[in-house]
């Protein structure tokens, strides 16, 4: 009998249609690796009508805890922390989808059979659906093709959207007040204290991109909001030393974008010149 046992922490900021569609499609995920205790769903204070979702379901302990203000995801992640128990924790954004019926079991695998302490996996883009989303989508392109050329089990495949911990690791975690780098605090923290990272390509969910403008430059901003905050918490030397994306890379990457589809990426490039004199 496997004592495997998995929370899935799910923090929402008016997320209730999304949670609607997630908690089945969570439920109806095949596992060999784990077994599913409890469904946390966390609210940041949401104004919406997930205070009066209810799920039933006679094996899994569905249970929402509701925050009356708005504190921001690591606020409310590090509240889960401190009230899970179980040996694997998932940590998951509410607005994903799963590629296949096995992402969560495909997460949670290198930490069963190999005793790793942190897996990360992947989030993939949906198709663009308008201008300003196939902008977008010819930012996140150059970035994935970027990343192909650095090593699997780097920070920059450590993404906030879909995550497990073993308990060793989660015990002692705790995310800083800064929501701009909680993709990789635990990434940097794992390499300071001598945890393990795993990069597990096949968990993929699915992500909607920005639609609008004014979508996007906040999306933006939080990223760009991020430079060099990770040298505030750990030292200047680990942050370097874990920073191996270099402009040549980028170039070679953006090089490569531009072959593939030339007209939306000089937009990419144009949008995101004018995105950084705006910040």
């Not at 930490?111 to 300003?132: C, H, K, L, R």
Request: hydrophobic share 40%; with cysteine.
């Amino acid at each position: 009998k496997t004592t495997n046992n998995l929370t899935i922490v799910i923090p929402a900021y008016n997320e209730y249609s999304n949670l609607l569609r997630l908690i089945p499609e969570i439920l109806n995920q095949t596992h060999k690796n784990y077994t599913l205790k409890e469904i946390l769903i966390i609210s940041d204070g949401s104004t919406d009508q997930t205070k009066d979702l209810i799920f039933k379901n006679k094996k899994v302990k569905i249970k929402i805890v509701l925050g009356r203000t708005q504190k921001g995801k690591p606020a409310r992640v590090n509240q889960a922390l401190k009230l899970v128990k179980t040996k694997l924790l998932v940590l998951l954004d509410a607005d994903t989808k799963f590629t296949h019926s096995s992402v969560i079991d495909s997460l949670v695998a290198p930490i069963v059979e190999q005793g790793i302490d942190y897996t990360s996996g992947i989030a993939v883009s949906m198709p663009p659906t308008n201008f300003v989303s196939r902008v977008a989508a010819s930012g996140v392109k150059i970035w994935s093709i970027a990343r192909s050329y650095l090593p699997p089990h780097c920070l920059y495949n450590s993404e906030g959207m879909l995550r497990a911990f073993s308990r060793r690791f989660y015990a002692n975690l705790t995310f800083p007040p800064i929501a701009s780098i909680e993709d990789t605090y635990p990434y940097l923290f794992a390499m300071q204290n001598n945890y393990s990272f795993n990069f597990v390509k096949t968990a993929r969910v699915y992500y909607q991109l920005p639609t609008t403008f004014a979508d996007y430059r906040s999306q933006q901003r939080r990223y760009h909001a991020s430079d060099h905050l990770e040298n505030t918490i750990f030292p200047e030397s680990l942050v370097n030393s874990s920073r191996l994306m270099t402009k040549s890379i980028k170039i070679k990457a953006l090089f490569r974008a531009l072959k593939n589809n030339s007209l939306y990426t000089m937009l990419y490039l144009i949008f995101s010149v004018y995105l950084r004199i705006d910040l």
